[in-house]
């Protein structure tokens, strides 16, 4: 590994310069039956540390990845050197605090930097992150703690609902499925960007691979991150391999032709339309576009004072 990404675009409001690649952390919280704890502990330092050798200083995590305590045992020497983002599931004031504080003791550090109300995909869950003692009144309790520093908010199915939240407050970052599957099906480009872009809200594209559905990744990378308003992608790294092949990608990036976008689309359709049998069978290679849950309701953590 030679190349090093420098940050090079700034997400939205924040100022914050940061690189086109974010590291996505899920496949590292990934049991593996060939894999002792100490050994995936050990699998998982190496790669982020290489990542931030690499210049891939943006960090994403969430409770559930189960990669918190990896990210952690590497934030415990560098957390200095990256931008650190993790994100609530729960909905209530009081859940969401309390989920906070466990996320903070796990990654070993005194705040992160971004924090997002995770996977809002319904109109419900959208009231309930919004409740006068829902998931937003926890994050700005803790932003004015300097428990965090940016509020943000993510969603993979219906990027009309991420739009009219980024009208509903003043979130500082979206983070949004923005791959080619997305365009054809949900198009987020004419729901969700054009607000964000309005509002100056940082935007972080994810499902950029199709959740490792498509075989061309650097049209598919180079789609994503030419999006208006996209300031970086987050790619899900399992291994040091995947390291060096995205920091190659994103270093020689340009915006995507007219005709390499057809080729990238001559090829996701057939996934796309694959996925409209396969989804009603329940084993979809694009699950997140059929994405209904309503997270307060699957945590059992509603907050009391929502209006539906």
């Given at each position: 590994?030679?190349?090093?990404?420098?940050?090079?675009?700034?997400?939205?409001?924040?100022?914050?310069?940061?690189?086109?690649?974010?590291?996505g952390?899920?496949?590292l919280g990934?049991?593996?039956?060939?894999?002792?704890?100490?050994?995936?502990?050990?699998?998982?330092?190496?790669?982020?540390?290489?990542?931030i050798?690499?210049?891939?200083?943006?960090?994403?995590?969430?409770?559930?990845?189960?990669?918190?305590?990896?990210?952690?045992?590497?934030?415990?020497?560098?957390r200095?050197?990256?931008?650190?983002?993790?994100k609530?599931?729960?909905?209530?004031?009081?859940?969401?605090?309390?989920?906070?504080?466990?996320?903070?003791?796990?990654?070993?550090?005194?705040?992160?930097?971004?924090?997002?109300?995770?996977?809002?995909?319904?109109?419900a869950?959208?009231?309930?992150?919004?409740?006068?003692?829902g998931?937003?009144?926890?994050?700005?309790?803790?932003?004015?703690?300097g428990?965090?520093?940016?509020?943000?908010?993510?969603?993979?199915?219906?990027?009309?609902?991420?739009?009219?939240?980024?009208?509903?407050?003043?979130?500082d970052?979206?983070?949004?499925?923005?791959?080619?599957?997305?365009?054809?099906?949900?198009?987020?480009?004419?729901?969700?960007?054009?607000?964000a872009?309005?509002?100056?809200v940082?935007?972080?594209?994810?499902?950029?691979?199709?959740?490792?559905?498509?075989?061309?990744?650097?049209?598919?990378?180079?789609?994503s991150?030419?999006?208006?308003g996209?300031?970086?992608?987050?790619?899900?790294l399992?291994?040091?391999?995947?390291?060096?092949?995205v920091?190659?990608?994103?270093?020689r990036?340009?915006?995507?032709?007219?005709?390499e976008?057809?080729?990238?689309?001559?090829?996701?359709?057939?996934?796309?339309?694959?996925?409209?049998?396969?989804?009603?069978?329940?084993?979809s290679?694009?699950?997140?576009l059929?994405?209904?849950?309503?997270?307060?309701?699957?945590q059992q953590?509603?907050?009391?004072?929502?209006?539906?």
């Amino acid at each position: 590994m030679t190349k090093v990404l420098s940050p090079v675009r700034t997400l939205g409001a924040t100022g914050v310069q940061v690189p086109l690649i974010g590291y996505g952390t899920a496949p590292l919280g990934k049991e593996k039956n060939d894999q002792e704890p100490s050994q995936a502990r050990e699998h998982a330092v190496r790669c982020l540390n290489r990542a931030i050798d690499a210049g891939i200083t943006y960090l994403d995590t969430s409770p559930d990845y189960g990669s918190e305590p990896h990210v952690g045992e590497v934030m415990k020497s560098r957390r200095k050197e990256v931008f650190l983002a993790t994100k609530v599931n729960n909905r209530s004031r009081d859940g969401v605090r309390a989920e906070l504080e466990r996320s903070l003791e796990k990654l070993q550090t005194d705040h992160v930097d971004l924090i997002q109300v995770h996977a809002v995909n319904a109109w419900a869950d959208l009231e309930q992150a919004l409740a006068l003692d829902g998931a937003v009144s926890a994050l700005e309790q803790a932003r004015d703690e300097g428990l965090v520093r940016y509020i943000g908010i993510t969603g993979h199915a219906r990027p009309e609902i991420l739009g009219h939240a980024i009208y509903q407050y003043p979130f500082d970052a979206v983070l949004v499925a923005l791959g080619m599957a997305d365009r054809l099906v949900s198009s987020p480009e004419n729901f969700c960007l054009p607000r964000a872009v309005e509002r100056n809200v940082g935007v972080i594209a994810m499902k950029v691979y199709g959740h490792g559905a498509f075989e061309n990744r650097e049209l598919a990378l180079r789609y994503s991150l030419g999006l208006p308003g996209v300031s970086l992608a987050i790619i899900g790294l399992d291994n040091e391999q995947h390291v060096d092949e995205v920091v190659e990608l994103a270093s020689r990036y340009q915006p995507l032709s007219d005709d390499e976008r057809d080729t990238l689309i001559d090829e996701v359709r057939p996934i796309v339309e694959q996925d409209a049998t396969d989804s009603k069978e329940k084993k979809s290679q694009l699950f997140w576009l059929h994405d209904t849950s309503v997270m307060g309701w699957s945590q059992q953590d509603e907050p009391a004072l929502v209006d539906y």
